[in-house]
């Protein structure tokens, strides 16, 4: 069996940062008992059940944090008005938003100061995708799909601009660019936003799997960026299956072929790709 492994699978800068940032309050000479966290540092179980192990504790509740407690900022940011709250409430913050993530916050906050209305390609359930919409002081709405978009023209939302949450895929938003300066603004604003880390995640998969009869992709189930590999994947015309751990790989659909492609979200530790690897080795 040839097994083609993605060079860009595994954890992105971002997620390195961050995880780094933890690390250091739980190591060395001034290492800290009570950690906290706002949230899952990433979204990931294996990662987040070690550092449980460690002592960090999740915290889903802003209000149950109290003043000289130390809570690391997950890497996926915070909406504005809770960082502001806990830091007039006296809580040491340590954060590790990701770079790309502060970086489009900044953008959205700078564009929304001229009194546009933010449209934003993203999930809204998601928690970068509420931190981004509360730099957005002159209003916002999400959408997921060109249909949704449509949708929100028929209300004539008036002067506009747009983002996307930094996992988006990049040939998706292309399309809503096009779509929405042609029925709004030939000039509206688009910001770039889309983290290159995920394009290039996203173009790999895409050229693995015109190579594979069968694609892996490995990662936790929350994670956004990991369920995009797992669609870019799927539109190439090839079975497709989603896995947190080696132990969820179906063995017996996997038998027998001789080309399978892997890559991995963002937030995917090398150990985990490490031992998919070797369970289909076996096969």
Known sequence: MNIIVAETAGFCMGV?????????LLQGANRQTNVFTLGPIIHNPQVLQDYAAQGVTQINDPEALAPGQTVVIRAHGIPRNIESAL???????????????????LLIAKQAEKGRLMILLGEADHPEV???????????????SE???????????????LAAQTTQDQERYARLITLLRERLEPAMPVLDTICAATM?????ARVIAGQVQTMIVVGGRESGNTRRLVQVAEMAGI??????????????????????????????????????VQRLETL
């Open 147 to 161: 249909e949704e978009a449509m949708e929100l023209l028929r209300d004539q939302p008036g002067s506009c601009f």
């Open 200 to 204: 290039n995640r996203q173009s790999e």
């Open 239 to 276: 079975p497709c299956f989603h896995v947190e751990v080696a132990d969820e790989l179906p063995l017996a659909r996997l038998r027998g072929l001789d080309r399978i492609g892997i890559t991995a979200g963002a937030s995917t530790p090398k150990t985990v790709i490490q031992e998919v």
């Open 130 to 144: 509420r931190g981004l919409l509360s730099y957005a002081s002159s209003g916002a709405c999400v959408v997921d």
């Open 16 to 24: 390195d940062m961050a995880l780094r940032k933890l690390d250091s």
């Open 87 to 105: 830091q007039a409430k006296g809580v040491n913050l340590i954060d590790a938003t990701c770079p790309k993530v502060k970086k489009a916050q």
